[in-house]
């Protein structure tokens, strides 16, 4: 197996030049290369090769550009990111107060297995994430100032305290294993059946993971297609093969997931922030046009109409 070797930055200059791009400023450059590392950097080249073989630029290709892309999509990942943290937090407020309201708020109380899916299939995933939540009270008692009032002046950790340090992914998982008839009443909170709620926790959680990682996001595909939804109708997205092309598992499924958890205003700023961060990527691109990048994404023409659909 070949080793990758380390290169200097006028090494790792002369290697950007040699496959095509072109470096109007070679300082700046060495500049950005140190700052951000050229290994990161590469992860946006894909939009730029023209030979996937050799892995060598299209004409015209600048430094600039692939530089601006990375800077988008760091842009656009914050953007998502913080909506997310919404929809996290009020995820976790919504499960915790149904949850407190009906079995106690009290661990001995809300963490008793029947109080969960108990048929046989779920038995051992129901004891498991029981068994998580507990490591989490133990590990998280005296390291979060809200968890460590609890025990030092009750002796104990509400439901609504433990989700603050609960990961997104184990209260996705929670609800998973819920008595049907609390998930049915907590995803009728936003309009949705609770397979669909269900469906989305996890996605959602992946995206959240992802965008805490600082991981590419503008061209990220998931494993799992989301049903279609009446948004995919009234935006006519276009269809291939009596399939939707966008909206299913690209980053425009992601935005009709968030669309349907958000509030109206809340949708609305954020795909103003997007288009702003789409209009100062296109006008830093020369080399290809911006039609690519949002081709990549997932996003159709008219993807900033979904801001204006009333939901429900």
């Known amino acids: 197996m070949k080793n990758k070797q380390f290169k200097t930055l006028d090494e790792q200059i002369e290697i950007l030049r040699h496959k095509g791009l072109v470096i109007n400023n070679i300082?700046?450059?060495?500049?950005?290369?140190?700052?951000e590392s050229y290994f990161f950097l590469s992860g946006y080249r894909h939009l730029f090769i023209n030979d996937n073989v050799n892995k060598t630029y299209i004409p015209g290709a600048t430094f600039e550009e692939l530089y601006s892309l990375f800077l988008f999509d760091r842009s656009f990942r914050n953007i998502i990111f913080k909506n997310l943290l919404i929809i996290e937090n009020n995820?976790?407020?919504?499960?915790?107060?149904?949850?407190?309201?009906?079995?106690?708020?009290?661990?001995?109380?809300?963490?008793k297995p029947a109080n969960f899916d108990t048929t046989r299939e779920r038995y051992g995933q129901v004891n498991d994430l029981i068994k998580k939540m507990k490591r989490q009270i133990r590990a998280?008692?005296?390291?979060?100032s809200a968890t460590m009032h609890y025990i030092n002046n009750y002796g104990y950790i509400p439901l609504w305290v433990l989700v603050k340090v609960l990961s997104f992914g184990?209260?996705?998982?929670?609800?998973?294993?819920?008595k049907p008839e609390d998930r049915v009443t907590i995803a009728k909170f936003y309009d949705l059946d609770c397979e669909t709620y269900t469906a989305y926790l996890p996605i959602l959680a992946n995206y959240r993971n992802l965008c805490a990682h600082e991981d590419i996001l503008f061209e990220n595909?998931?494993?799992?297609?989301?049903?279609?939804?009446?948004?995919?109708?009234?935006?006519?997205i276009e269809e291939v093969n009596g399939e939707y092309r966008y909206g299913k598992n690209d980053l425009y499924a992601l935005i009709i997931i968030m669309k349907q958890l958000l509030s109206m205003v809340e949708v609305?700023?954020?795909?103003?922030?997007?288009?702003?961060?789409?209009?100062?990527?296109?006008?830093?691109?020369?080399?290809?046009?911006?039609?690519?990048?949002?081709?990549?994404?997932?996003f159709p023409m008219n993807w900033k109409d979904i801001a204006n659909i009333e939901r429900g």
């Open 27 to 35: 300082e700046y450059a060495k500049d950005v290369l140190f700052r």
């Open 140 to 144: 998280n008692g005296s390291q979060h």
């Open 91 to 111: 995820t976790k407020s919504i499960i915790a107060y149904q949850l407190s309201k009906k079995y106690g708020y009290k661990e001995s109380e809300y963490l």
């Open 268 to 298: 609305k700023n954020m795909i103003l922030e997007i288009e702003r961060e789409i209009n100062n990527l296109n006008m830093n691109l020369k080399s290809i046009n911006i039609d690519v990048v949002l081709n990549r994404m997932g």
């Open 221 to 236: 595909r998931t494993n799992k297609i989301i049903n279609d939804t009446i948004f995919h109708m009234l935006l006519k």
């Open 170 to 178: 184990i209260v996705s998982e929670l609800y998973s294993i819920l």
